[in-house]
T-cell receptor, first 113, second 108 residues
Framework: NAGVTQTPKFRVLKTGQSMTLLCAQD?????MYWYRQDPGMGLRLIHY???????AKGEVPDGYNVSRLKKQNFLLGLESAAPSQTSVYFC????????????FGPGTRLLVL | DAKTTQPTSMDCAEGRAANLPCNHS???????VYWYRQIHSQGPQYIIH???NNETNEMASLIITEDRKSSTLILPHATLRDTAVYYC?????????FGKGTRLSVIA
């Protein structure tokens, strides 16, 4: 099993550009999550999904959109990137409820100039 | 979810036990205590969790006080590879909320 994978690993964007981050898991997990981590800070939840076709807002959802068209994939979109979105983005998944153990991907480093 | 308080940083000698404290005085009866760690810039890694009883697995032990207001994560024989940020999280049926954690430095 690959676990949780994220694409791309690193990306540089100019202000106003758009991009999509892809998260994939092969563990048949129902729940998937997107977090961001700024330097010296803990992780903050952006959006999450409790199953295929569902999404919900987390702590810091503004400026991001998500989609869960397939159970194994969770996409995070930035429609118009801003320098404040420079961060490391982590995806995670869990089997059942959020009380279940979460498994994290390796992260995507995003730099917005 | 319960608010947790952890020391900002700790040092531990290699081969010794590392004891990481966490205060969660507002935890409610159905909230678990979870521990994750983040090595360098990798994704967080689950360590252990518990509700009332002490727990042990291949990575660590979790000691929860009888009143459940605090807990201690114990790494029995710390190695250099255990250097990481350790997060204590008190949660019910909601997504994880990460604080700043404790930066553990294992020293040779």
């Amino acid at each position: 099993n690959a676990g949780v994978t994220q694409t791309p690993k690193f990306r540089v964007l100019k202000t106003g550009q758009s991009m999509t981050l892809l998260c994939a898991q092969d563990m048949n997990h129902e729940y998937m999550y997107w977090y961001r981590q700024d330097p010296g800070m803990g992780l903050r939840l952006i959006h999450y999904s409790v199953g295929e076709g569902t999404t919900a807002k987390g702590e810091v959802p503004d400026g991001y959109n998500v989609s869960r068209l397939k159970k194994q994939n969770f996409l995070l979109g930035l429609e118009s990137a801003a320098p404040s979105q420079t961060s490391v983005y982590f995806c995670a998944s869990s089997y059942g409820t959020p009380q279940e153990t979460q498994y994290f991907g390796p992260g995507t480093r995003l730099l917005v100039l | 979810d319960a608010k947790t308080t952890q020391p900002t940083s700790m040092d531990c000698a290699e081969g010794r036990a590392a004891n990481l404290p966490c205060n969660h005085s507002t935890i409610s009866g159905n909230e678990y205590v979870y521990w994750y760690r983040q090595i360098h810039s990798q994704g967080p890694q689950y360590i252990i969790h518990g509700l009332k009883n002490n727990e042990t697995n291949e990575m660590a032990s979790l000691i929860i006080t009888e009143d459940r207001k605090s807990s201690t994560l114990i790494l029995p024989h710390a190695t250099l590879r255990d250097t990481a940020v350790y997060y204590c999280i008190g949660r019910g049926n909601t997504p994880l909320v990460f604080g700043k954690g404790t930066r553990l430095s294992v020293i040779a």
